[in-house]
């Protein structure tokens, strides 16, 4: 059964750093996400991505936050300078349609721990 | 509460029992999903229920969708041990643009005893 497979499992980075966290979707979907979850709080919508652009992102999606799909198969969230708070549980996602049918398909996802 | 608040927050069962979990929501819903996570590892896809259906079943799960209430049910009927997990239920909003947003709840902990 197709997946969407990330890297790395986990990430352990000095505040400042630069993180680039790796997504490879599932191979004909369409539509990209990146959400987080800070232990013990709700899943959090970062940042979509269709057609090699942003569609929408969150007030977390600052100007420390980039995303990238350099290849046609990789689908990459970038954090600049990384902060404390920004250790957290990475999910990357991806989907066939668009807006409102069909499932995501999520990954394991990366957990990153800022020092 | 915020959009997608699940309750309870733990739930703990003996197996073979059924296992019931809430989610209430604020605004309107395009649709709205389930997942599971078990602990430390991703999020599973269980079930999408669209907000013109009222009840959908697969396997052992049942949900329910009540927007009139705006609020939704997941049952796990006859539960195993291996459902131990965190459910969490995600509503997708009417939103402009061609993207896909959920709203995630802080999940029920479901612990089920052998």
């Known amino acids: 059964e197709p997946e969407v497979t990330q890297t790395p499992s986990h990430q352990v980075t000095q505040m400042g750093q630069e993180v680039i966290l790796r997504c490879v979707p599932i191979?004909?979907?369409?539509?990209f996400y990146w959400y987080r979850q800070i232990l013990g709080q709700k899943v959090e919508f970062l940042v979509s991505?269709?057609?090699?652009?942003?569609?929408?992102k969150s007030e977390i999606f600052d100007d420390q936050f980039s995303v990238e799909r350099p290849d046609g198969s990789n689908f990459t969230l970038k954090i600049r300078s990384t902060k404390l708070e920004d250790s957290a549980m990475y999910f990357c996602?991806?989907?066939?349609?668009?807006?409102?049918?069909?499932?995501?398909?999520f990954g394991e996802g990366s957990r990153l721990t800022v020092l | 509460s915020q959009q997608g608040e699940e309750d309870p927050q733990a739930l703990s069962i003996q197996e073979g029992e059924n296992a019931t979990m809430n989610c209430s929501y604020k605004?309107?819903?395009?649709?709205l999903q389930w997942y599971r996570q078990n602990s430390g590892r991703g999020l599973v896809h269980l079930i999408l229920?669209?907000?013109n259906e009222r009840e959908k079943h697969s396997g052992r799960l049942r949900v329910t969708l009540d927007t009139s209430k705006k609020s939704s049910s997941l049952l796990i009927t006859a539960s195993r041990a291996a459902d131990t997990a965190s459910y969490f239920c995600?509503?997708?909003?009417?939103?402009?643009?061609?993207?896909?947003?959920?709203?995630w709840g802080l999940g029920t902990s479901l612990a089920v005893n052998p």
């Open positions: 991505f269709y057609n090699n652009e942003i569609s929408e």
């Open positions: 996602a991806s989907s066939l349609s668009g807006r409102g049918s069909g499932e995501l398909f």
């Open positions: 229920i669209r907000s």
């Open positions: 995600a509503t997708e909003i009417f939103n402009a643009g061609n993207n896909r947003k959920l709203i």
């Open positions: 605004t309107s819903i395009n649709n």
């Open positions: 191979s004909n979907h369409l539509y």
